[in-house]
């Protein structure tokens, strides 16, 4: 029984960071495109001017990462054919939101000029 409970508990850490990685997925391409439709966006994201924007993305979903993980080490996850496909449909998503043919026309229409 008590291996089951162990088992169970592991399985829903594991669908937890897969939720997390997924949703993370998401703020990366969500802020990625805000910050070439928004100066203000960029401008926020550029807090160390040699690297630029760049890093200010990452570090954003980098803490975005920790955040959804430490949310799903609270909220068990216990459907893991949800978050596996979760995972799978936001990296398909993200490969698509990052193309240059997607990406770019979002942009220029969000623009502000």
Known sequence: MEEKNNQETQVSLANGYLVAAGLT?????????????????KEFLEF????????????????????????????????????????IISAVLFAIMVFPPVFEPIVHTLAVE
């Open 25 to 41: 997925f998401i703020v990366f391409w969500i802020t990625n495109i805000l910050k070439e439709s928004y100066p203000s966006v």
């Open 48 to 87: 160390y001017k040699p690297i630029g924007p760049l890093l200010g993305l990452f570090a954003l979903s980098l803490a975005s990462l920790v955040i959804f993980s430490t949310v799903f080490q609270i909220i068990k996850i216990k459907n893991q054919n949800i978050a596996v496909w979760f995972f």
